[in-house]
C-alpha cells in the first residue's frame, strides 16, 4: 500500500472516530429515561401538572399533556390543558409553546403555554409552564417538578 493511500485511510479512520465519540457526547448530554413515562407537580402542590412519555431512542418527548397554571375564579368556563404530539430534546432541555383550544372547540385558540424543561440525573425533570391568554390576562408562570 502506498503512503498517500494509507494517509487518507489513516485520516478517513479518525474523522469516522471523532463522529463517534462527539454522537456519543450528545447522547450522554442528556438525562432523561428513555422509553420513561414522567408525571410532575407544581411546585408545593399535589395536583398533576405535567405529563409526557420520552421516546426510546431519548431524543423527544411525546404525549405532552400541560395544566394551566392559572385559575378560574368562577364564569370563565374552565381552562383546558394544553397538548403537543412531539417535542426535541436538545442537551437535556425541551421548550415547546403549546395552544390552549376553547372547550369544547377543535380549532379556536384562546391563548398558549410556553412548557420549559430540563432532565436531571437520577430520572428526575423539572421546568417552568407559563400562561398567556388572547384576552390579555394570564402571563403567570409556575415551575413544576418530575419523575419518570
Known sequence: ???????RLLKAGLLTAAALVASATVALASNAVRGASYLGHFTGGATAAISFKVSANGSRLTELSVDTPIKCGGGCGGIPSGRAAS?????GKFKVIVKLLALGSSSKVIGTDTVTGTFLKHGGARGTITSHFNSGGGGRSESWTATG
Open 87 to 91: 417535542v426535541r430534546i436538545r442537551n
Open 1 to 7: 500500500m502506498n503512503q498517500d493511500l494509507a494517509g
